[in-house]
């Protein structure tokens, strides 16, 4: 069985990985063979990460000799031969990840088709499947964005009975592989009823965890989706992360109550970059946040190695002590103070200039120490105040 937050829900293998929205985090692939993943699995568990995202498993359209992105323009959603390696390769990967006590998100495309493709050459769709209304012209518009061609990729039409028969025979094939859950890709461009009404009820009659990528910033279009009955990526967040906080003009302030993971937090995944978004100036220091905050935090390979021992030391302390509901001690333009209740004080300086600051903690004249290896011991006073140096650009993570 594998487990996903407080809720139960079973792997079609059996295996007895185990995924916790609250003290785990995933490692994302990327443009990366079956093969290649499963050499790397050893690893990946002694960072400290409790699951994998990899790439769509169906056949797509693009090969190893075309640009990126590769696996995202299906040609045929039930045949498991993609440029990523073979149907048995990606059995065999997902059994190691198993093996490892690691869970496997498998990315699902269900929104379009490849494009530039005789629409003969889908063995299991053909012209009335889709929408054929024309490019998206407006981003702005939600009836263009979930009902005209993204980027020149066919449009399915969800409403069709056919087409829903068809994508859950996919999220079937992912299920008889093993894997533990989907990740929707493009969401923003299907209607939300089909997720409530059709996906996640697949994914969840399966034993699947299920998480969407709503490419948004509005909380509250976001949250549209969530109440479909997914996890949701935190976009708000990624693009408040970005383009207000970690960077040398930023202003923590921003972060107070931000993105969807202060709404829902058993319910959202963060990140900092991934394969459409780049990260902020302050890479790491964005890391440093949503690794001990709130949320299921997300890692993205192509920015950091497996074995990076900044996000490992990290991981090492999400799992022993970032527990509890996220507590604002100290906030200003250049330094934030949180603390996980009763079990973590993180502080984290953007200035380039050390800051000190006094904050309360539930831990009366108590010895901390700074599992982040940037600042001294400290001990609390007698009503629990104490006084944290945080050294520039860094941070800070105390426990008893």
């Known amino acids: 069985m594998s487990s996903f937050g407080a809720a139960a829900v079973g792997a079609g293998s059996g295996a007895d990985t185990e995924i916790d929205l609250g003290a785990g985090a995933v490692y994302q692939y990327y443009h990366t063979p079956w093969t290649e993943i499963r050499a790397s699995l050893d690893a990946v568990a002694a960072a400290g990460y409790d699951a994998i995202q990899v790439p769509p498993a169906q056949r797509s359209k693009r090969t190893w000799s075309d640009p990126e992105p590769r696996g995202y323009q ?201 394969h459409d978004s780049p990260p902020p100036e302050y890479e790491a220091l964005a890391h440093a946040f949503i690794l001990t905050y709130q949320g299921y935090p997300r890692v993205y390979s192509n920015r950091f190695e497996i074995e990076n021992e900044t996000i490992s030391n990290l991981l090492s302390i999400r799992r022993r002590f970032a527990a509890g509901p996220a507590l604002t001690r100290h906030l200003d333009a250049a330094c934030y103070v949180f603390e996980r209740e009763g079990n973590l004080l993180v502080g984290l300086n953007r200035a380039a200039d050390s800051r000190s600051v006094t904050v309360d903690t539930p831990w009366e004249a108590t010895t901390l120490q700074d599992y982040a290896h940037t600042g001294p011991d400290v001990t609390t006073d007698a009503d629990g105040t104490v006084e944290l140096s945080i050294p520039p650009v860094d941070w800070v993570c105390y426990a008893p």
């Open 74 to 274: 299906p040609i045929d959603h039930l045949d498991f031969d993609s440029a990523f390696g073979t149907e048995s390769a990606y059995r065999e990967m997902v059994e190691t990840a198993h093996e490892h006590g690691l869970a496997v998100i498998a990315d699902a495309v269900t929104n379009h088709m490849a494009e530039g493709v005789d629409f003969d050459q889908f063995p299991h769709f053909s012209w009335g499947d889709f929408r054929h209304e024309g490019p998206i012209r407006d981003d702005e518009d939600d009836w263009e964005l979930q009902h005209r061609d993204l980027e020149g990729l066919p449009d399915l039409r969800q409403e069709s009975a056919h087409v829903r028969d068809v994508l859950e025979s996919y999220v079937d094939r992912y299920a008889e592989m093993g894997v533990d859950g989907v990740r929707w890709d493009a969401v923003k461009h299907v209607q939300a009823a089909f997720f409530r009404d059709y996906a996640n009820p697949w994914a969840a009659e399966r034993g699947l965890f299920a998480v969407g990528e709503v490419l948004h910033g509005s909380v509250s279009y976001c949250e549209a989706y969530l109440e479909t009955g997914m996890t949701v990526m935190d976009y708000p967040l990624y693009f408040t992360m970005r383009e207000d906080v970690f960077h040398r003009d930023g202003d923590f302030n921003a972060l107070e109550g931000a993105g969807l993971v202060n709404r829902d937090p058993g319910r959202t995944m963060t990140f900092v970059s991934n």
